[in-house]
């Protein structure tokens, strides 16, 4: 027997992602001890800030050619909250990815789920491999609404009349949608989150194409813009060399 459960919530229906930037230890100097140590041994900490402009040129040089390495010895951990479907498409991602995902088994899940907003591109155009999506009309948007929230409201309900029976958690989570919010911690550095970018992001610097759904895009987009604070050279050079990871 579980725990009662408590008062039913009322669903609640999001067409965004939060994105929190939890802790970190990232900054550019990270990059430069780390590749000069090949050449300077244990004077490498001497040389951050001699010549910023020679800092710049080596970090490029790094990206540029695909030394890899320095960029891995920092970390950042982000606190990320978004559709199950989301994280089952983030967690594909795994050299340099460490995640904690809150359990269905152990506390109630709440009913937060996803709903497209008016900017969602809703139709699909082309053959798979070479498509686009489009603006969907206004009725399709009113339809996609509607039968997701009466969805997500009959499957919360069901949920939550197993719970009240005794039935675990772990059991009834099963009737729960992928469109339900899941949240998470996700640790990585630099080199893994820039090759995360390279293929969940759409960008006009991109030397590579990609064709990412949507939703965790909007996920990348937002780390994206905290790890540009952090090292505003590497991100600079990671643009510059068409955002492919080295």
């Not at 970018?197 to 960008?203: A, D």
Request: charged share 25%.
């Amino acid at each position: 027997m579980t725990d009662s459960p408590t008062e039913t919530a009322k669903p609640g229906f999001l067409s965004d992602v939060t994105v929190e930037l939890v802790k970190h230890s990232a900054a550019d100097s990270d990059v430069l001890w780390a590749a000069r140590v090949s050449t300077a041994g244990e004077q490498s900490l001497e040389e951050l800030t001699k010549d910023p402009e020679r800092s710049k040129g080596l970090i490029n040089y790094l990206m540029r050619d695909r030394h890899g390495s320095p960029f891995e010895h920092n970390s950042m951990t982000f606190f990320i909250s978004a559709p199950i479907f989301v994280f089952r498409e983030f967690m594909r991602h795994r050299v340099g990815w460490s995640y904690n995902e809150e359990s269905g088994r152990y506390r109630e899940l709440q009913p937060v789920f996803y709903v497209p907003g008016q900017d969602r591109k809703l139709v699909q155009e082309g053959r798979p491999g070479k498509y686009v999506f489009v603006d969907g009309t206004p009725e399709q948007h009113e339809l996609t609404s509607r039968v997701m929230e009466d969805s997500y409201r009959q499957a919360y309900e069901a949920y939550q009349e197993m719970l009240a029976a005794g039935v675990a958690r772990e059991v009834a989570r099963a009737v729960l949608p992928v469109g339900l919010f899941s949240s998470m911690y996700a640790t990585c550095n630099a080199r893994s989150l820039m090759h995360f970018l390279g293929l969940r992001t759409q960008h006009e610097q991109a030397a590579v194409p990609s064709f990412p759904q949507r939703e965790i895009e909007m996920v990348g987009e937002k780390m994206e813009a905290e790890w540009a604070k952090l090292m505003p050279l590497t991100y600079a050079a990671f643009n510059k060399n068409g955002r492919v990871a080295p």
